[in-house]
């Protein structure tokens, strides 16, 4: 059963057009056909929505926030994180550094399938991604999000946490590469 209280949604830094626009026309559709309690949306940074979209979508601008602590505060009241990205070649091969700090608080996230997301959202239950970057598919993503159990968001929360202990910590990622580091020079020798 779902929980009856409305959620939260957090997106933070730096908002491109095409992005913002992807999030505030998904937003628009949610609410037209939302059967669950409309979301509270808050936009860390400053990000040129008009105060009236603001109001009719409940989308409140921090503007910049002066600590990565306040920060972290916005991230801890929230239920998920937001990261509506256009799918492009560019979007493809970039990691938004932002998820590594919304995993690390524990945020499960909604985001599009750019970067390495739909393998690593299916195998570590990192969050909910969209089939696409359309309107309709990532407000049918928000729609899955807001209407899941708290048990279940919070098995994503457990899940994003850890995955950001255990997979993105500076120490593992650097014996990876000097692992791969040290491969690689073994196969040069190999080949030589």
């Not at 979007?91 to 997301?117: C, E, H, M, Q």
């Not at 457990?158 to 580091?181: G, M, N």
Request: with cysteine; proline share 4%.
């Amino acid at each position: 059963m779902p929980n009856d209280t409305p959620k939260t949604l957090c997106y933070a830094g730096t908002l491109f057009d095409s992005d913002k626009h992807l999030l505030i026309e998904s937003l628009t559709l949610l609410k037209t056909r939302n059967s669950v309690h409309f979301p509270q949306t808050v936009l860390i940074g400053e990000h040129g929505v008009a105060e009236s979209i603001r109001q009719q979508l409940s989308i409140t601008v921090t503007g910049r926030l002066a600590t990565l602590d306040e920060v972290y505060q916005q991230f801890f009241a929230a239920d998920f994180a937001l990261l509506p990205m256009r799918v492009s070649q560019a979007n493809k091969a970039r990691w938004p550094s932002k998820i590594t700090d919304y995993w690390a608080a524990g945020l499960p996230v909604i985001a599009t399938p750019v970067s390495d997301f739909e393998e690593l959202f299916f195998k570590h239950n990192l969050g909910i991604l969209a089939n696409s970057d359309s309107v309709d598919a990532y407000s049918a993503a928000l729609q899955t999000a807001l209407e899941m159990p708290e048990a279940e968001r919070t098995r994503l929360s457990k899940s994003a946490r850890k995955f950001a202990e255990t997979e993105l910590d500076w120490e593992v990622l650097a014996k990876r590469l000097i692992k791969l580091y040290q491969k690689t020079i073994e196969d040069t020798k190999h080949r030589l």
